[in-house]
Nanobody, 122 residues
Framework: QVQLVESGGGLVQAGGSLRLSCTAS????????MGWFRQASGKERDIVSG????????YYADSVKGRFTISRDNAKNTVYLQMNSLKPEDTAVYYC???????????????WGQGTQVTVSS
């Protein structure tokens, strides 16, 4: 079966960095666009960043532009999210997702990881 496993979350001070990883199995990774979403307590799940199947095109939410970088390694079935200059408002559970194409609507994605908590202290 398809599995997406996130790692790399944790507690960091404001201004710090974290690198999230999401490794996929059970699917042809290079055939899927990948997205990173986040959901803060009591809020909706929103897209943070996305990347097309080849990695040629990326998307960033305005709130993370210039601070976060998405990348993928199709040989390793892994997508990454490098998060720099973290802010307390970045605190959320971060999820990776696989879909047929890069979209901002979380309902368009077919497979999801279990999520990893990112907490940024002020």
């Amino acid at each position: 079966q398809v599995q997406l496993v996130e790692s790399g979350g944790g507690l960091v001070q404001a201004g710090g960095s974290l690198r999230l990883s999401c490794t996929a199995s059970g699917l042809t990774f290079s055939s899927y666009a990948m997205g990173w979403f986040r959901q803060a307590s009591g809020k909706e799940r929103d897209i943070v960043s996305g990347i097309t199947r080849s990695g040629a095109n990326t998307y960033y939410a305005d709130s993370v532009k210039g601070r976060f970088t998405i990348s993928r390694d199709n040989a390793k079935n892994t997508v990454y999210l490098q998060m720099n200059s973290l802010k307390p408002e970045d605190t959320a559970v971060y999820y990776c997702a696989a879909g047929s194409r890069l979209q901002s609507n979380y309902q368009a994605y077919d497979y999801w990881g279990q999520g990893t908590q990112v907490t940024v202290s002020s």
